[in-house]
């Protein structure tokens, strides 16, 4: 079996370590140095350069580095008959839930004013309130939402989750389709997007959702660039409808200087950091469909690509 | 029996209610309006006027309102021969652990970082560490201490705790006086104080005690603002050696305007709201401590002047 490796943001070495543990005889070829196209089973990226992909006749799976595949989905040149199959990984699963805890509690004890009034030098309590005062709205409940939702649920807080089928988890208020996204917006403190990205989802979090969010909300947005309306999250901001809003990814990645997120005082960036996979638990997910696919079994975690994820 | 009730920061009906739920003949009385001084059996108080429980012939216990005693012990009039009980409160040791855990995630996923790099427009990414490469260090292991220490250790750091007298607590390396102090300091990622404030420790988070911190730990401070040198935290952030620092308590409460904290880049200022005790959760500590001075029982919680906490 020979497997391509292309990442810019992965360690090679790592990855190809942790996969030759799992199989010995695996062969790992490091973009760009593929040898004979013509011998690559299978390949494991994240934003792998167009056309690399449609290049080699004998690929027989992709694997992705990441959770989400739409930008791999995005590639015009994709084969089209070639299963992909998402990333999941435990460490990648719970460095996303302790993102989003981090986030929720820093909204829950109220860090974005007091860091609002030590630049006034201004010295304000706010009495703290339990955890189950503050109500968290998390959409997408898949692997990383729905963890989320147990990890915030396991903290104290008050849970709902909404997805585009009805889910079940236990404590968790469940919400499902457009029918229900009034019901499931109305109330939340903190709203968390874990979505995938997907034509139905693109631009979900715009003006006319946040309408429907209680005044004062603060968002989360951990799951693409895309599913943001940029301009109507600023008007939102602006109008006070959202007090504040934390962004992780963004429609271009690095976000370009000089854009209005950088410098608005109500909004936080971080630079697509809430959670990679790491070599060490996320190759069991890759050694074993490498297995299935070796021993001609169903691949794990496949993406059906007419929903999109 | 009457308890008379004195604070700047607390309220005063929810308080009574709370008190009055559960001893239905208690008679509360709110400073300043006493009635007969000779009457008042008890107090409930959170800083209250110097000389004002001197003045109160008939008392026979003083409750606090808030887990540190250190400002009751410093009122030279406090009358000696009075038994003076701590604050334990759920609600209250619930929420300085998840304050501590809120700040300890913050470092752990390098949000000040982020932060400063946001300032300039900086898109640089540092890739999540799993928590356990996170090794947190409570100064303190007490009711709030341990409960501290038993949170971030669930949350999967790694957690070391240090105290006077030696603790035991499950899964948490426990260090124990001024001879552990450097194998405690060694390896910290980020330092926590949960002291109580007493001679011994006032002016412990010290320049010397910053140079035995691996170069770049991070500080938390939800104990006192006497614990800290400040010319000394301002020294250590300069140097390097410190990289941040969160301050919630301060030598002066408000932080004075023009105080150099609050304009340092690598401080974060939050005005003393780590922590408070709920009314409904508090009074039934405060209840069960005034059953026990009605039945001549001895009391809970009871402070050691000696030590000072």
Redesign the interface.
Known sequence: MVLVFASP?DDPVAWTHALRKRIPDLEVRVFPELGDPREIDAALVWLPPPGLLASLPALRAVFSLGAGVDRLLADPTLPVEVPICRMVDP?LT??MA??A??HV??YH???DV??A??QR?E??????K??EATVVGIMGLGELGGATARLLLA??FTVKGWSRHRKAIDGIGCFAGEAELDAFLADLSVLVCLLPLTPETRGILNGDLFARLPEGARLVNLARGGHLVEEDLLAALESGRLAHATLDVFVQ???P???PF??HPRI?????????S?PESGAETVAENLRRLRDGRPLLHLVDRGRGY
Chains 1, 2 share one sequence.
């Open positions: 943001d460490s719970r460095s302790e993102f805890l981090l509690l820093r004890r109220d860090l007091y860091e009034q030590q030098s010295w304000r309590l706010l009495l703290p339990p955890a903290h104290g990645e690095p976000l200087k000089g854009h950088w410098r936080t960036i971080t630079p697509h950091a809430a959670s990679y790491l």
